[in-house]
């Protein structure tokens, strides 16, 4: 059955997003560091249009974080912030081509219409909730599985539902001190998980829990 | 060189115990979910004087963990909390044989004359800091590796001042929801941590880090 996968980097004390996240600066102070663990890497690159790069222990959890993808589920702040287009179609961070390469359904109170990119990427604004969010990338997804990106908010929404099948973190040896926590406002919440795989990589630990 | 080694078992959202720890449950609600997964191997039940027991992939971690190991140091709290010893000599949650099987210095604030337990564990109380309580557990240890028990006060405090070398963390894929942070009150703390190694097991992920 296809399932609702969700992976994120996060610090070793639990931030998904440095202090002081803004429009500027959607990943916060320090919080690019959770990423810098994937920018070398040729799998990366690739899904993000360019050439060259590198292999090492992460590039088959990259790989494979990819496959069998048939839509993506994303929180507004992901998207890029809540300013600038409530005003003006601006069409978030992610450029002309954005790295997704399938069916993306952004949950948002601000309904607007669908944009497609180049490269297989769409973007549906769903304002109905992340019940209906799932149901509309199930859907598009055709019997593939969903990604969901994040960031902490919405992944806590869907973790409180009891929605995601399974969790990857990646797990980045830095300490933020402040900022977003995944794990976070999950109230009485009970998650059942067990660790399917770990794999340490230059700069990250790649841990994959199924979510029962 | 002898190094101070930091081992402590941790939920994935970022506790070492459940909240509302007291006297009589010093590990909080739920935080004895951290170390069920150590219970049933037969290298933790040997350390405790229990026979037989199983082996699996946490064995060989659990037995490397107290390798070249000639002192310990912990908390006032992990040693017993504050409450009985400060007006009876109370010997702490340990009974007479402690599983440390090495001289254990206990950083706190109360004076008390030393007490030696079976099995080689002997309990001396410094009330004169961190760096001294290292100190005297480094010459104690004769040149092998000094291990920091825990609790979360006392590793914040080893933590802020550069003392440890090596951390591994036993992730734990449970969330406590509230408890003692591991991770807190570290301010501006600098820490490079890189993940030297990483154990999947059942019920935890292992997870070492060299300190520089």
């Not at 920018?39 to 790989?63: C, D, I, T, Y």
């Not at 607007?112 to 209906?132: A, H, L, M, Q």
């Not at 009485?188 to 029962?212: F, Q």
Request: aromatic fraction near 8%.
């Amino acid at each position: 059955m296809a399932k609702l996968r969700f992976q994120i980097s996060m610090s070793l004390d639990g931030f998904v997003a440095g202090p002081n996240q803004s429009e500027e600066n959607p990943l916060g102070e320090g919080g690019m560091r959770l990423h810098e663990w994937a920018f070398p890497l040729a799998a990366w690159r690739e899904r993000h249009g360019l050439e060259g790069g590198e292999v090492n222990a992460s590039s088959k959890v990259v790989e494979e974080s990819v496959q069998n993808l048939g839509a993506t589920i994303m929180g507004r702040n992901m998207f890029g912030g809540s300013g600038p287009w409530t005003d003006e179609p601006w069409e978030g961070w992610w450029g002309e081509e954005p790295p997704f390469h399938t069916p993306v359904f952004i949950v948002t109170h601000h309904e607007r219409p669908p944009v497609t990119k180049r490269g297989g990427t769409s973007f549906t604004f769903v304002t109905d909730g992340i019940e209906s969010a799932l149901e509309q990338a199930h859907a598009a997804a055709g019997g593939k599985d969903v990604a969901l990106g994040g960031g902490a908010i919405v992944a806590q929404e869907y973790l409180r539902a009891g929605l995601i099948d399974e969790l990857q973190i990646h797990l980045v040896p830095v300490m933020l001190g402040d900022g977003a926590r995944l794990f976070a406002g999950l109230g009485d919440t009970k998650i059942g998980l067990e660790c399917v795989g770990s794999v340490a990589a230059p700069g990250v630990t790649h841990l994959t829990y199924r979510v029962s």
